[in-house]
């Protein structure tokens, strides 16, 4: 399946169960229908996501290493950040961070230690935090968590 394009995003920080995370919600919703004309799926987004390592979010526990192939570059000062899935999928965000300081500062002991940063997506009704939360208790949501390279190491 080829993956959906993302021009635009937005990206929220957020802490949940003391874990720090990134959520990406693309701004336009994807739908992939076949030469037959049957419908693939009606959210080609979170399936090109799901076939790429990440997994359903079901619970808040995030357990696990980093999945190979994604990646979080973390810009100078944690103000920007650039995610990269694997091969076939890419580049899914490429800008601007907003986070507090805490969210910094946790953000950078996980990636001193190797243990990398959950990425959580999905499509939501709306491109607003009380949406992306909305989308992760209706279980829309899934994750991955990234191995993180800082530019200014």
Do not use: K
Request: proline content about 5%.
């Amino acid at each position: 399946m080829a993956t959906p394009e993302i021009e635009q995003a937005t990206t929220f920080t957020a802490v949940i169960a003391a874990t720090p995370v990134l959520i990406v919600l693309p701004r336009m919703r994807a739908t992939l229908i076949a030469a037959s004309g049957a419908l693939v799926t009606a959210d080609a987004w979170t399936t090109a996501l799901l076939e790429h390592g990440a997994r359903p979010m079901r619970d808040t526990d995030f357990l696990g290493d980093p999945t190979p192939g994604w990646t979080v570059t973390i810009g100078a000062g944690l103000t920007t950040v650039r995610i990269s899935g694997p091969a076939g999928l890419g580049e899914i965000y490429d800008g601007e961070l907003a986070a507090d300081t805490t969210w910094r500062e946790r953000v950078a002991d996980l990636h001193h230690i190797g243990a990398g940063l959950v990425v959580i997506s999905g499509t939501a009704d709306q491109l607003t935090p009380d949406a992306a939360l909305e989308m992760m208790e209706s279980e829309r949501a899934v994750w991955v968590r990234s191995h993180t390279v800082s530019v200014a190491e």
